[in-house]
């Protein structure tokens, strides 16, 4: 086998091993992540998972980064073939709340805060980055929205504020009052929002 | 000892229990609850601990009950000396937001909801019956400030739904970005809210 090959075949594990063990950390959370239980569902042994993350810290990293792409790739990234301003915005909830779906309302992004708000470390800064990308995103999309004068001048930072808090609810309820209602919920409180602060 | 007394030192105890396990929800979760844990920060036997509680899931639930009525009174029962309409509507958000300060957002109550979503049991149907509280308390302040007159005629479900994502949102943010911040931006958007929506 050239190193060539030996390579890509070991990232090719280590994308497995991340995609199993995002699927588990949807259900348990970052925190519920073993290394021993994953090593069995890949049907490797705890050395050879080792072998490809140092530490379960650095497991848990790979799998919050795979899921930060994910969602760009689900959400922000689609949403920039709109034109920009309200149309944009409105395609980043919509995205949003397919994500929300698709997740089936267990969204490692979302549990990751609540994971890590209160302990100092990597993950929380990774955790605090994201959000604060994920906020910017919308920021940006608000302030787009103001200069095609779409919406009303105001402060962006709000804005992004009370349409990260729509996608929240969402998710939020989604799970426990079915998701029909919840997204039709969320839907309605965009339309409304956008009335609202319309130019 | 009197049966009388030995009840009451009895519940005496089983307060106490609650009391630690509550503190230590708030950081581990519900489902982070050991009783061997718990018994040895209370200075018991864990077979003490069971005597009060005939399973994880008796204190667990006994947990999310204590942190509803905690809720309820830090946030609903004030709020009724409120007038009806607005001024009601208005101080439950701002005891909600005096909620989240006083729990440094780690809020028991939230993070059960990503616990429990998506494991059917007593747990989540408690959860879900919590939730429910919560929406129809905030509905009936919505229903009652259109009866005044405050608030113009609406769907009160979608009006609950959205009052409740800037609570959820005002949690969310705290922790990782600073309470001040994250309550300044939840005050306005009910001041927003309240002008986009009144009679």
Redesign the interface.
Same mark, same amino acid.
Do not use: T
């Given at each position: 086998m050239s190193s060539l090959t030996a390579t890509s075949k070991g990232a090719a594990t280590r994308d497995a091993i991340i995609e199993r063990a995002y699927e588990s950390a949807r259900?348990t959370?970052l925190e519920g992540l073993s290394i021993g239980t994953l090593a069995q569902a890949v049907g490797m042994s705890k050395s050879g998972v080792f072998a490809h993350f140092g530490s379960r810290e650095d497991l848990q990293r790979a799998v919050l980064e795979s899921a930060a792409i994910r969602f760009g790739n689900a959400v922000l990234i689609p949403a920039l073939a709109e034109p920009r301003g309200l149309p944009r915005l409105r395609a980043i909830m919509r995205l949003w709340f397919d994500w929300v779906h698709a997740q @089936?309302? &267990?969204c490692v992004l979302? *549990?990751s805060?609540?994971e890590y #708000? #209160?302990r100092p470390g990597a993950l929380r800064d990774m955790?605090?980055q994201q959000?604060q990308t994920w906020h910017d995103a919308l920021r940006r999309a608000a302030q787009l929205a103001i200069d095609e004068g779409h919406l009303r001048a105001g /402060?962006v /930072? +709000?804005y992004a504020?009370?349409l990260? &808090?729509?996608a929240? @609810?969402v998710n %939020?309820?989604s799970?426990?009052?079915g998701e029909a209602q919840s997204r039709r %919920?969320?839907e +309605? @409180?965009v339309d409304?929002w956008c009335a *609202?602060n319309s130019a």
């Open positions: 259900f959370g @089936a309302g &267990s979302v *549990a805060v609540n #708000d #209160d955790v605090m959000e /402060d /930072d +709000q504020f009370e990260y &808090s729509i929240l @609810a %939020h309820k799970s426990l009052f %919920h969320g +309605q @409180a409304r *609202a």
